[in-house]
Each structure stands twice: as C-alpha cells, then as structure tokens.
C-alpha cells in the first residue's frame, strides 16, 4: 500500500502549453494548481536552456524535479517541439503526453476538417466543457483571439479565428508611419483626445464590440439562448472586465485542461512508463 507522501508525489504534473507568443507552464498537485511560469516563444533555445530553465522554475518554488512524475504538452508551434521534449527526456526522465491526433480527450470534434483543429483549442474545450457543462463558448484572447463553440453533448461544433488584439496593435504602428508603440490598456474614456488613447479605444474598444456581436450571432444562429461564455487568454481578463456577454474569466482554463487530459490518457493506459504520444 503507498504512503500518503507516495500518493503525494505520484499525482504532480507538469502541463506546458506552447502558443505563438508563450509558453505557458503550471504545476499541478492532484487537482490543484500550485504553480505556474510563463517565458517568451520567439526566442530559440536549446534542449538544455529549456531544461534548465524549467528546473530553476520548480525548485524556486520548493518544488524538486524528482517529484514530477509527468508532462503534458499542447503546442502550436512545431519547431519549438524538438528541443522541448528532448528537455524534459533529459532533465525530467519522466513520462511525456504530447496532445495532438490519438489522443483521448472526451471530445469529439465535429468541424469540417478536424485535425485543423489547433490542440490548444481542444484543450480548452476539455476544460470548459468539464467545469461549466455544455453548450459553452470559449474565447481565448491569444496571439489570435478564437470562439470555441461546444455543445450539450460535448462536441466542438464550431470554430471562429480573428487577429488577436496584440496583432493589431502591431499592424497599426509598424505599418503606419507616425503611430507610436503603446502600452494595451483600456483608455478612461471611448472619446479619445490624442493618439496614444485614440490607438486604445479603437483597440480595445473595437474587440468588445466584435467579441459581444460574434457571441449574440452565435447564440441566435445556433439557437442557444443557455450558451455560456467562457473567457481565457493573456488579455482576456481587460476585454472580460468591459462587457456583460462574457460570463467568466478563466485564466488557468488550458493548464487545467492539460491535466484533465493527462487524467483521462493515464486511466486508459495505467502505465508506469512512458505515457502515449512521446
């Protein structure tokens, strides 16, 4: 019979979720998210810095490396994969769960071309249909700002793709000759006076508008007058904060949706190696 200390570190997890402009990393204990990183995606790095800097991380937090019993990746970005995992091979040697095609996830998706569907999105959707049931539209407010539709029955059934907000904030002054750099901030009023909130108000501003129109369209083309809305993503919480469309903010809804699927692939497999999809 295992101790609870055994129990203990048997159930902590890595999750890292590799997006376009982060990657972002939580440490579960069971259910619990008692830690989470985040570092930039465009810099290039090597299996060792990867390695080193995800051990610093841990043990910063207390937390030693040897108690990891797993990882769980979702990535967007497929040339960062090589040197991630040959990472945590080295520095974790622990079992490895990359999401992608094969993978159990309770989610059946239901668009014209599923494998398009990015893994970062079905994470969500593995998330937001375990936490708040269906129907429920997630918007992540990312490098692109996607809504996620997924039904009663549990099926990602639709999937919308805009610029995200950082997006357009760079076209607007790298592509325009006296538009400054500026800092994404809601403005303390839409009747904008100079350029800098002129530049945040049609920002900001611009994507409530999208965001409460795309949500009312969905609602009455699906006809889903129950749909919840379920906001996540680095700027989510600023668009969240201005509309009454957006039921909650959910910051941690892709980390915790790593370790939901993590749960489901390791009572299919019960392994005590390697898990499926390294």
Known sequence: MRTAHEKEEQSMILTIDVGNTNITCGIFEGEKLVSHYRMTTQMPRTSDEYGFFLREMISYRGISHEKVE????????????HSLQNAIRKYFGCRM??????????????????????????????????????????????????????TEEGEFSVGIT????????????????????????????????????????????????????????????????????????????????ETKAIDTYDPDLTLDGLRLIWEKNEKTTGKKGRAAGV
Request: overall charge neutral.
């Open 70 to 81: 797993g990882v769980v990746i979702a990535s967007v970005v497929p040339n960062v994969m």
């Open 97 to 150: 769960l990359i999401v992608g095609t094969g993978t159990k996830t309770g989610i059946r998706v239901t668009t014209a071309h599923p494998a398009e569907v990015g893994a970062d999105r079905i994470v969500d959707a593995v998330a937001a249909f375990a936490r708040y049931g269906g129907p429920v539209m997630v918007i992540d407010f990312g490098t692109a700002t996607t809504y996620d539709l997924i």
């Open 162 to 241: 805009s610029p995200g907000i950082r997006m357009c904030a760079t076209a607007l002054w790298r592509d325009t000759a006296k538009l400054p750099e500026i800092e994404i901030e809601m403005p303390k009023s839409i009747l904008a006076r100079d350029t800098v909130s002129s530049m945040q108000a049609g920002l900001l501003y611009g994507c409530i508008g999208q965001t409460e129109y795309i949500i009312r369209r969905v609602r009455e083309e699906a006809g889903l007058a129950s749909m919840k809305v379920v906001a996540t993503g680095g700027l989510g919480r600023i668009i969240s904060d």
